[in-house]
């Protein structure tokens, strides 16, 4: 499996050459390159009247033309032997230069690098860029640009033998092929299974026939005839298991998921669901996307957004069938790919998990951490990149089009603002003048200057969107500084103001499936004891108190947890799951959910162990009504308030000259006022007010 290849991605030297960049670009001589730049550090963004720049990813294309390959072809090969892709990773250099570079160490004799110049997963991923910017603008250079992407994506689709449909991932310099790269990346051979990359590559082929379809029938007969090879292969190994389940710590998940990935197979529907839209009759395309979109459903909540952001994962659509305890925000496009699917399939039942992750989650994101890679459950990783950002994003405008939601569409205009100055460093992270997008945001505000494929593709993905919802855009452009967040936060258990318990610190802080937040966890025994100091709201209200524990399986140490006096009970904890099955390790790292909120006033939590050991990693304290605050140019002034109660809660929100809308927990608008207003936020729901 791949995750994000920005996140993860194996730095190299690089071999150096020179060319120009101009803005608009076009396509640029093969081998790593240094290029001229305006500059790789954005200024703060101003409105624009249109934001989508695609020179920065016109520079990053490049030329190749692969020896003859058993198993390997493409349309028109023979009359068009040359392919375009994108290379992978572009780091900032001296001088507002960038400097085009490959995965894995560099083989300075041979020109190849340990992974390769090109991946397919970028490949099809820029390729769907083109298609929406040419549908969006009518744009000849980005229909040729998408046409060339798309013969270069069928290259590396294996067309023959027991792999047939499958896809390799990396490709060298000089066109070769590489399927065992260095690092090693599951499935080995690369096109041994199935993969992300099968999923990206059914991504584009979806968009490419829907839009070649009537311009260019030949080529789409061909994007057809690879989308229905790759679907064979589908077939063959995933979706084989169809209607199978298998078991997560005790909780059945889908056994038929690319990868056992929800996020993989969201990118899959994506292309299923554009092709079926184009193609109504392809059976077996239609039977792929109704399973896989069911698959997905099951990773989520089919319940209100009221009642699941109760718990954890709080209404978020769970992206790995391995793990109860991980979110990342990287390809988490799965309520994007339910939406859609809803709409085309005539399934409206697979669109109430995504309406439940995007008013629930989105919402708790966007008063909290934001886009970040990782929650295991705490959140553990807070680097934030485009890719989390970008699938954040699609995932709300599909959900808020397929819903007709107001609300949910106001949340898509907040989650865009991270890419306007709303995120760790404070400043803008796309250059609309450049187009570039930097590659992320470290926990401590740092940029990462460098602007690799995936980071421009999926900043562009988000630009694209943005020219087409005029109101998001505005709204994302003028939230562009953090005023205050008051959202979920951390209490780490080994930090307790007193303890007669044990603070053990494993060798590893990561078990495959969960992450101790503090690297560190606190052990008490029968009748030891723990207190732990609380943060305040900013409003002094209520708040939930999740403690994270360590659950076993078979046996289920219980606790009694209490608010400041110790005689105000919040609840009982009985930490077990059930079997291990396709987890990692037995047992889970989880949130417990405790039946009382902990009363504004209180400043501290206790818990006593009442029966074997109870080990604690950390608390979440969420409070019932979570808020951000966002300003920007001018007088703009944005303000998000969420409720997490089961019932309607009383909160002050906007400020004069603001107009305040309220919205239920499906994001249906509810009451429109202008001013500072005391308003009553409906069970699960939330408020948005602008000026």
Request: glycine share 10%; proline share 7%; net charge neutral.
């Amino acid at each position: 499996m791949t995750a994000s290849r920005t996140t993860f991605r194996i730095r190299a030297l690089a071999a150096i050459g020179t060319v120009a960049l101009a803005a608009g670009a076009g396509l640029t001589a093969a081998s790593p390159a240094i290029a001229s730049a305006p500059d790789p550090r954005p200024a703060a963004s101003t409105p624009t009247a249109r934001l989508t720049n695609l020179a920065h990813l016109d520079y990053l294309l490049d030329q190749t033309t692969p020896p003859a390959t058993a198993g390997h072809t493409t349309y028109a090969l023979d009359s068009q032997p040359t392919l375009t892709m994108p290379w992978v990773y572009a780091d900032a250099r001296p001088g507002n230069t960038f400097e085009r570079v490959g995965g894995g160490p560099l083989d300075p004799a041979t020109g190849h690098w340990g992974q390769g110049s090109y991946d397919s997963d970028d490949v099809s991923r820029a390729a769907v860029v083109y298609l929406r910017d040419w549908k969006q603008t009518g744009s000849a250079s980005s229909r040729e640009k998408a046409y060339e992407l798309l013969r270069s994506t069928a290259y590396f689709q294996t067309t023959s033998g027991p792999d047939a449909g499958n896809v390799v991932l990396w490709m060298q310099p000089d066109g070769t092929l590489n399927p065992s790269p260095v690092p090693v990346e599951l499935p080995n051979p690369s096109d041994s299974g199935n993969s992300y990359w099968l999923a990206r590559t059914l991504w584009a082929y979806g968009e490419g026939y829907a839009a070649f379809k009537s311009t260019d029938p030949a080529f789409a007969s061909f994007l057809q005839d690879r989308l229905q090879l790759g679907v064979r292969a589908l077939e063959r190994s995933t979706l084989a298991s169809y209607g199978r389940y298998g078991v997560a710590d005790g909780t059945r998940v889908p056994s038929w998921l690319i990868v056992g990935s929800a996020g993989a197979s969201a990118e899959a529907v994506l292309g299923l669901a554009a092709y079926s839209k184009a193609a109504p009759h392809d059976r077996p395309a239609r039977s792929a996307l109704s399973e896989l979109s069911e698959g997905i459903a099951a990773m989520g909540s089919s319940r209100s957004a009221a009642v699941a952001v109760q718990k954890w994962p709080y209404g978020a659509i769970l992206p790995e069938t391995k793990s109860r305890s991980q979110f990342h925000s990287w390809a988490s496009q799965m309520p994007a790919a339910l939406a859609e699917a809803s709409v085309v399939l005539k399934k409206p039942s697979l669109l109430q998990p995504a309406v439940t992750d995007s008013v629930a989650f989105s919402s708790t994101l966007l008063t909290s951490t934001g886009p970040i890679n990782g929650f295991s459950p705490a959140p553990t990783d807070t680097t934030q990149i485009a890719y989390g950002a970008d699938s954040r994003l699609q995932s709300l405008l599909a959900t808020a089009d397929a819903a007709h939601s107001p609300g949910i569409e106001q949340l898509a205009g907040l989650m865009a603002s991270w890419y306007f100055g709303n995120n760790t460093s404070g400043k803008p992270t796309y250059d609309p003048a450049t187009g570039v997008t930097f590659d992320g945001v470290q926990p401590t505000g740092s940029v990462n200057t460098g602007s690799g494929a995936e980071s421009t593709i999926h900043g562009l993905l988000s630009m694209i969107a943005l020219d087409a919802h005029p109101r998001v855009s505005a709204l994302a452009q003028s939230a562009s500084t953090v005023v205050s967040r008051d959202g979920l936060s951390v209490v780490e258990a080994e930090k307790a103001t007193a303890t007669t318990g044990t603070v053990v610190t494993p060798t590893s802080a990561s078990d495959g499936e969960s992450q101790l937040s503090g690297g560190s966890e606190l052990a008490l025994d029968r009748g030891e004891t723990a207190t732990f100091a609380v943060p305040a709201t900013a409003s002094g209200g209520a708040r939930h108190i999740d403690p994270v524990i360590a659950m076993p399986t078979g046996s289920a140490p219980v606790a009694l947890w209490t608010g400041s006096t110790k005689r105000t009970p919040l609840g009982v904890t009985r930490a077990t799951v059930g079997a291990q099955g396709v987890t990692p390790v037995p047992g889970a790292l989880l949130p417990a959910s405790l039946l009382l909120p902990l009363r504004g006033s209180a400043t501290s939590v206790s818990v006593r162990a009442l029966s074997g050991t109870t080990t604690v990693d950390a608390l979440l304290v969420r409070p019932l009504v979570s808020r951000v605050v966002l300003s920007g140019a001018g007088d703009n002034r944005s303000e998000l308030v969420q409720s997490t109660s089961l019932l309607p809660q009383r909160a002050t929100i906007g400020s004069r000259g603001s107009t305040v809308r309220t919205y239920d927990d499906k994001g249906r608008l509810k009451q429109t006022l202008t001013g500072e207003r005391s308003i009553y936020l409906p069970a699960g729901g939330f408020a948005v007010a602008t000026r």
